[in-house]
């Protein structure tokens, strides 16, 4: 069964897409010429605008200051650099005022330095890690125009920005898109080394140099990827000779010149800085068990499958038809090894490690978009030259229709919740600009294409990147409740009297150090901050990381105490003081008045 063309509701929107599509393939059109102020095409610097520029900066820069800072993340790595700045020191990364050692300065220098030229907010917290996110779009655009040509490369450019886990995790303050950033310019300046006939030792230098930025990133990991999957490239590429080549001594220098100033100096302040961030956050980190977060060996295949969407639920339509040695044939043996050996090393190491969490795996979309991006090219040539190939049986459509409904689905879910529920009433005008889009998604490509010859792909990255444009306030909406301290650091600032001391119970929040400017002391959920905390003088550690036992008795003590906790620790605070006032809550978070 065929789809027919008939009347749709999605033919205005198919009206109000097809002068960007006629602007995309008519730049595409060969010997196109300028005639005067009335060219009847666009030179193809505009179409790198479009896709380079203009959409990752309504993506990944627009939307920075729309959402609260996130917990635990996002306080955490926008406290720290706070902190450095207030205290004037770079080297020792410090949270709760103390030590914090978990994790390399790079991205707490570069936020510091964004906090004062444009200040302490959401936007100057996330713009490093928007920038990277933009940095990795880019280098996917030169790396498929290398291997193939720059319309490839502006397809996986494009597949790449709008892939739902780039845009998730090039948003939020966390490391892990630094790190993707570097590692896979670190990759790439090695590959090119090798690439380059005679060789450039420019490209080696680089493969140093971005290494050791990988290193100040996120640590060891910076440096096993690049050099790790260069390694093993070479061998399947029965270039095994060549390995020693990836050894260079001004590579090395340069290497130490970049990351040696500060392990140096932090050693120096801090005596147990080595055994703890070599021995205990690397090694036992991923060797052992002691964060709790072990999952089974398979558990980043759904998180890829999730991650590339909507792209994904389109390849049973680009791929219909291609046996698997056409596919592969689209791809040179030397990109086809890189980009698999790429992916591979990096899915297998942290599937084997025993702390797993979703954002390690952010350095592997690059070279999958690189496939994506080839594919989709081959797809819409193919429907361009043949009438046959766009039509497409909908057996193959199926998987779009049910990406758009799982995504309505996850859009309806919070009206549904036993826990952060919604107001239906309520929730409805956020969510009806993307309900609207996913509804359209399945529909507008394929009759734009059907109306015009042309479009399909264009269609799809446009309606996806509305679609993660205008998910932004509804996500704002539902999750700074439950998960961002600004909501109750607005209450504190409004309600706490003036020179009170607020104790954080049960819980730790490092958004509110950041909002208010305060330093809250916090009582039993230490957490990751017990090695700082034990590094304290014994006086202030006991002024500001309270058991409940201390935290108990200090209330007896005083005339009245101010706190702030979570909704399921009132109970336990009811028993021991059971005259507690309720200042404000939100029923997340409350703040209270003991005594």
């Known amino acids: 069964m065929r789809l027919l063309a008939v009347p749709h509701p999605g033919d205005s929107a198919i009206n109000r897409l097809t002068s960007l599509v006629d602007v995309w393939n008519k730049i595409d059109t060969k010997n196109a010429a300028f005639e005067g102020l009335g060219a009847r095409v666009m030179h193809e610097g505009t179409k790198k605008l479009f896709i380079l520029f203009l959409v990752p900066l309504l993506l990944y820069l627009v939307p920075l200051p729309f959402i609260p800072l996130m917990e635990p993340d996002e306080g955490r790595y926008s406290a720290i650099p706070a902190a450095m700045n207030a205290s004037g020191d770079y080297v020792t990364p410090r949270l709760k005022a103390a030590v914090y050692f978990e994790k390399p300065p790079l991205a707490y220098w570069a936020t510091a330095l964004f906090f004062q030229l444009f200040g302490e907010n959401e936007f100057s917290s996330r713009l490093f890690v928007a920038l990277c996110a933009w940095g990795c779009i880019i280098l996917t655009y030169r790396m498929g125009m290398f291997f193939h040509d720059p319309r490839t490369g502006l397809f996986a450019a494009a597949i790449l920005s709008t892939f739902l886990y780039h845009a998730a995790i090039g948003r939020i303050n966390i490391l892990d898109m630094p790190l993707a950033f570097f590692v896979c310019m670190a990759i790439w300046s090695g590959f090119r080394y090798f690439a380059a006939v005679p060789r ?134 030397t990109e086809e090894r890189l980009l698999l050996v790429w992916i591979g090393v990096i899915l297998l190491f942290f599937s084997l490690s025993s702390s797993k969490l979703i954002p390690y795996i952010a350095p592997v979309f690059l070279p999958i978009a690189l496939i994506f991006g080839r594919i989709f090219r081959r797809y819409e040539d193919a429907t361009q030259e043949s009438a046959e190939a766009a039509s497409v049986p909908i057996r193959y459509r199926m998987t779009a229709i049910l990406q758009s409904l799982l995504f309505m689905a996850v859009l309806i879910a919070p009206i549904f919740l036993p826990e952060h529920r919604v107001d239906p009433g309520a929730w409805w005008p956020w969510i009806a600009v993307p309900m609207l889009i996913l509804i359209l998604l399945p529909v507008v490509p394929d009759r734009l294409r059907a109306k015009t010859g042309k479009g399909w792909f264009m269609a799809v990255y446009c309606l996806f990147a509305f679609f993660l444009g205008s998910v932004t306030l509804p996500v704002a909406e539902f999750m700074t409740p439950y998960k961002s301290a600004y909501p109750l650091s607005q209450a504190i600032t409004a309600r706490l009297p003036a020179g009170e001391r607020l104790y954080q119970y049960g819980m730790s929040l490092y958004g509110i150090d950041f909002y208010t400017g305060m330093r809250t002391p916090i009582v039993d959920d230490i957490g990751e901050v017990t090695y700082g905390s034990n590094q304290l003088p014994r006086e202030e550690r006991e002024a500001y990381f309270l058991s409940s036992d201390s935290f108990f008795a200090l209330i007896r003590q005083k005339e009245r105490v101010y706190c702030a906790t979570e909704r399921d620790k009132i109970e336990r605070l009811k028993k021991e003081v059971p005259g507690l006032s309720v200042l404000w809550h939100n029923e997340a978070f409350y703040l209270l008045r003991l005594k």
């Open 200 to 333: 450039r030792k420019a490209w080696c230098y680089l493969l140093y140099l971005f290494s050791a930025l990988a290193f100040l990133a996120k640590g060891l990991i910076g440096v096993v990827f690049p050099f790790g999957i260069l390694f093993i490239w070479l061998i399947v590429s029965g270039r095994w000779r060549e390995t020693l080549a990836l050894f260079s001594p001004i590579g090395m220098l340069l290497f130490a010149a970049t990351a040696l100033p500060w392990l140096i100096l932090v050693q120096q302040a801090n005596p147990d800085f080595f055994r703890f961030f070599f021995i205990q956050e690397h090694l036992l980190r991923y060797a052992t068990k002691m964060h709790d977060r072990y999952q089974p060996i398979y558990f980043y295949l759904p998180i890829i499958l999730a991650g590339t969407l909507p792209w994904c639920a389109f390849l049973p339509e680009a791929m219909r038809g291609i046996r698997w040695k056409a596919v592969t044939a689209l791809f040179g043996g």
